[in-house]
């Protein structure tokens, strides 16, 4: 119940186009859904988030699509760049009065061509 | 500037030996992770702590070890237990009860 899949492990878009990245996931207690983005040899980055008392939440080129009742959420690149390659991780966390406990994705490799 | 920092950025283990892997954040962050990384697994937690003097278990805590005598500082051993250690490390914190996590850079360990 603690899963969270991700796919597809990798992709590879053209400069300008979308790139989409699903998850899912199992555990309905979870209430916070973050993207990160990690670039070789770096830790990851918080890119957005969401919770589900939303369905959709936009930050510049970058968008999160969340469906409560499928259980699934999706991350849109819009207007993808070169700049964008990197490898992408969405997450989930249960509430927690205390630590909270990310369970990450298997990570999405994405690749913009030039 | 406030972040996290790990060291060393590359660690090389003999067999048999123990490795510690340095964690220091200068967030007053609450609670710190450890997380690793193996291509096509994401990230798996490790250990976690939400206070001085209190860690727990994460899903693969066999052949680890840490201790949080400071609250701005969170070590991982690795122990001669852990019999496949090559991986990238990943430090995280984050506020209580803050959402966001702040990584560090990583250690990359690899078994020679």
């Known amino acids: 119940q603690q899963q969270v899949k991700q796919s597809p492990q990798s992709l590879i878009v053209q400069k300008g186009g979308i790139s989409i990245i699903n998850c899912a996931y199992e555990?309905?207690?979870?209430?916070?859904f973050p993207w990160y983005q990690q670039f070789p040899g770096k830790g990851p980055a918080l890119l957005i988030a969401?919770?589900?008392?939303?369905s959709e939440k936009k930050e510049g080129r970058f968008t999160i699509s969340f469906n409560k009742s499928a259980k699934q959420f999706s991350l849109h690149i819009m207007d993808s760049q070169p700049g964008d390659s990197a490898t992408y991780f969405c997450a989930a966390s249960p509430p927690s009065g205390s630590a909270r406990q990310l369970t990450f994705g298997s990570g999405t490799q994405l690749t913009v061509l030039p | 500037d406030g972040g996290i920092t790990q060291s060393p950025k590359y660690l090389f283990r003999k067999e048999g030996q123990n490795v510690t892997l340095s964690c220091e954040q200068n967030?007053?962050?609450?609670?710190m992770y450890w997380y690793r990384q193996d291509p096509g697994q994401g990230l798996r937690l490790i250990y976690y702590?939400?206070?001085?003097?209190?860690?727990q278990k994460g899903d693969i805590a066999e052949g680890y070890s840490v201790s949080r005598e400071k609250k701005e500082s969170f070590p991982l051993t690795v122990t001669s237990a852990q019999k496949n250690p090559t991986a990238f490390y990943l430090c995280a914190s984050t506020l209580l009860p803050n959402y966001g996590y702040t990584f560090g850079s990583g250690t990359r360990l690899t078994v020679v």
């Open positions: 555990n309905t207690a979870f209430d916070y």
């Open positions: 967030l007053n962050h609450d609670a």
């Open positions: 702590s939400q206070i001085v003097n209190d860690f």
């Open positions: 969401i919770r589900p008392d939303v």
